[in-house]
């Protein structure tokens, strides 16, 4: 097998290279309702596919590193990385089951048939993570009832799809109204949202995120998406929606979050500065136009050197640097910026998550993560 660590390109059984992330790339163009764990996931059984790997350890090292170099060309891989991993051991736990292979893989085992049931499994995992926005959407639309007033943010395409459920199920005659908070001028993926809800007769109001406070007591819920939930049920998700999960419970309405199981993420960040990735969203400068650099979560400045007076939190441990590792070689990616920066919503704020398994408290989370993992 010809694969280069530094590399996110290998020789495939035809002679042709495979690169990893332009195939992810490649599917998030041509499935604008793909998201990024799953677009991810079937990146890697496209690997499976294409690698002539010989055995199950050279395999699984295959994809350990593959992975590991498509988290570090994504600017933001938490949801990425959620997928990837939880696809990677329920490839194990199947390689585990009676006949699953390990059995049968020693001197006269046929790996080839076993590549074959590792590329099946990896497609069954592809297909149930595609319909599990339909299942949460099943559960979520009973949330939304008549004369409701729906306050929601950025472009989840599984809130979109319990909303657009919601209006099919009122049978033409809608009854409730969304308000939707507009990010800026760069969000734009929000807007097929609005589009499709008003094509199904959903009066919805567009608002800036400035209005959300004022809005608030005429909402009745907040619905929103999730990049990751956590292990102690807070969320991470589009920058904004911890102020909106604020003003929600400030304001005594409910605060819902909808996401897929395959966004639990092994991750238990402590405040809004212990997320694993780099994001510049407060920048300085003079009134002379001197740039006093961007602050990251880390209370550096882009060029590394540390902010004066100081006193954002440090991000330290090596759990951290461990889960998003990034191969040394591989290339880095610009810090996110104020219009792709995420923020990190505590469980406390939290109503309930709605799931393909359905509705769980924010203190359930830790138990799903242990029956999905374990």
């Known amino acids: 097998m010809t694969r280069s660590i530094t590399s996110s390109s290998l020789t495939a059984t035809d002679g042709q290279e495979f690169d990893i992330v332009a195939t992810y790339h490649r599917l998030l163009s041509e499935d604008p309702d793909l998201t990024m764990p799953v677009a991810a996931i079937e990146s890697l059984v496209e690997l499976l596919s ?35 991993d939880l696809f990677q051991r329920y490839l194990i736990s199947a390689l585990q089951r009676p006949g699953g292979g390990y059995s049968g893989a020693g001197t006269a085992g046929d790996f080839k048939s076993i590549r074959q049931h590792l590329i099946s499994n990896g497609r069954l995992f592809v297909s149930r993570a595609k319909a599990s926005r339909e299942k949460i959407a099943g559960f979520g639309r009973h949330f939304v009832r008549d004369g409701n007033t729906v306050l929601t943010n950025g472009g989840s395409r599984v809130v979109g799809a319990l909303l657009k459920r919601a209006a099919e199920d009122s049978k033409g005659s809608v009854r409730f109204r969304v308000i939707y908070v507009h990010s800026g001028p760069a969000q734009t993926e929000g807007e097929s949202v609005v589009r499709d809800l008003r094509s199904k007769g959903v009066p919805v109001a567009v608002i800036p995120e400035s209005a959300v406070a004022y809005s608030m007591g005429t909402v009745n819920m907040v619905i929103v998406g999730a990049e990751g939930v956590v292990e102690n049920g807070g969320v991470i998700s589009r920058l904004g929606t911890y102020q909106m999960g604020i003003l929600a419970k400030a304001a005594g309405k409910p605060f819902y979050v909808v996401a897929e199981s395959h966004k639990f993420v092994r991750l238990y960040p402590l405040s809004q500065y212990d997320l694993p990735i780099e994001q510049c969203v407060i920048q300085f400068s003079t009134e002379g136009g001197e740039d006093e650099g961007a602050l990251n979560v880390n209370g550096k400045r882009d060029n590394g050197e540390t902010a004066r007076q100081d006193k ?63």
Do not use: C, M
């Not at 994809?63 to 938490?78: D, F």
């Open 50 to 84: 294409h690698s002539h790997a010989s055995t199950i350890s050279e395999t699984l090292d295959l994809l350990a590193t593959s992975t590991a170099h498509l988290k570090s060309r994504v600017p933001n891989p938490i949801s990425l990385s959620a997928g990837t």
């Open 312 to 374: 954002t939190p440090k991000v330290t441990g090596q759990e951290k640097e461990d889960y998003f590792d990034d191969e040394k070689g591989s290339g880095t990616v610009k810090a996110n910026g104020a219009e792709d920066a995420v923020d990190f919503t505590p469980p406390d704020l939290i109503s309930a998550l709605i799931t393909e398994s359905g509705v769980l408290t924010p203190s359930a989370v830790s138990e799903e993560l242990i029956k999905i993992w374990f």
